[in-house]
Structures are given as C-alpha cells and as structure tokens.
C-alpha cells in the first residue's frame, strides 16, 4: 500500500503579515494511521522542499500524542525536509491520496492546475482521495469527466463557516470552504465546532477540522480494505 499526502507551499497568511502553512496534527495524525499500518507514504507539495508548518499548529496548546511523535521522529522529518514537487506526481504507483489542511491550500492548492489534475485522474482510476479541514477547499476548480464541478450532489464536509469566524480568519481567507463547496453543488454537513466529523461519498472522503484527522485516515484504510 502506498499513499500520497499533498501539502501546501504557501506561507503567507493574507495580508495580516502572519505565517500559515499546512497544520501538523493533520499531517501528524495521518501519516501514523498509514504507517502503523504498514503503508509506505509519499510526501508532495507545489514547490518541492520543505513545505511551510503553520506555526500555531506547534504551539502546546494544539500538541497531540502524533504531533509529538511526528518532531521526534528523524525519518518523518527528513521526508518533510524533501517534498517531491507536485507537478511532477500522477496517481500512478499509489493506492490512494490525502491532503492534510491549514490555510496555506486555500492560496496554492486550491488554484494549482497540477492539484486538480491529480485530484481528477485520482478518482477516475478508481482510487479514493481524502482531504481534511480546510483541505475540501482545493476540490473548487475539479470537474468530473463531463464537466461538473466534482462535489456536485456529493455528500461533503470541511472546515465550517463557524469555525473559521471562531478564529477571527472570516475576512482573511481567500474564501470559506463552506460556502464553496455549497455553490459548487456539494451536500455540505458538519458537527459542532471542533468535534470530529467525517463525510464519505463514494471515493472521495472529507474530514471537518484537526480532530477529523485521524479518522478520515482510518475511514480511507478501510476504503482501501474493502475496494
């Protein structure tokens, strides 16, 4: 089992002169339910190289059991030292793929030709991708084959339109994940702010916040188990 996780290169949060990059947990928390589980992991972002942590996401207040094991862990580190860079990357070889969130995505991801390709060509093989908090945003420019926006009539989640006021970012982001996957047709549901929340249709997977983290990982193991 191989799995590719996509992570954002950009670190720049608006114009409030604060960093952003992508949210540890998020990556954290699934890279360890793919490799405890014997998976071999490929990390991916638009720039190649050390992709941007948000630097909130360390801070002790949102440390977690796999975010510490994650900074301990030299081989973990030296894989996110050296991305491949993403333009360079089809679904050729993996199993499946999944994009850990932060606000950077909003800014690169989502608008990265490379991202909604792979994202395209992913689903069309019949492999799942799975994305988590702010993550779902980047599905905004996928089409399906014939054209639709790709969360069309599709059951989804991501981080909610309360959840990024509850961190003063409403008229910072580029646009809320929320609203977007709403205009672009998507059957948008969440649970309580911070609760763990994972949507699955068909493929594709969504998560709702850091704490959904874990469990869209496991949610997509057992996708892959039962394909």
Known sequence: ???????????????TGRKTGFWLEELAAP???FKDAGAEIVLASPKG???????KSSEPDFQTDFTRRFEADAEAN?????TVRLAGVSHDGF????YPGGHG???DLAEDPASVRLIEATLQAGKPVTLVCHAPGVLRHAK???GRPLVEGKDVTGFSNSEEEAVGLTAVVPFLVEDELRR????FSKAGDWQPYVVADGLLITGQNPASSEPAAERLLQRLANA
């Open 49 to 55: 190289g050390r992709p941007p942590l948000d630097p």
């Open 78 to 82: 030296a894989l996110l030292a050296d």
């Open 1 to 15: 089992m191989k799995i590719l996780m996509v992570l954002t290169s950009h670190d720049k949060l608006g114009d």
């Open 105 to 107: 995505p909003l800014w």
């Open 144 to 146: 399906t084959p014939k």
């Open 31 to 33: 890279y360890y339910v």
């Open 95 to 98: 199993d499946a793929v999944f």
């Open 184 to 187: 672009n047709g998507g059957r």
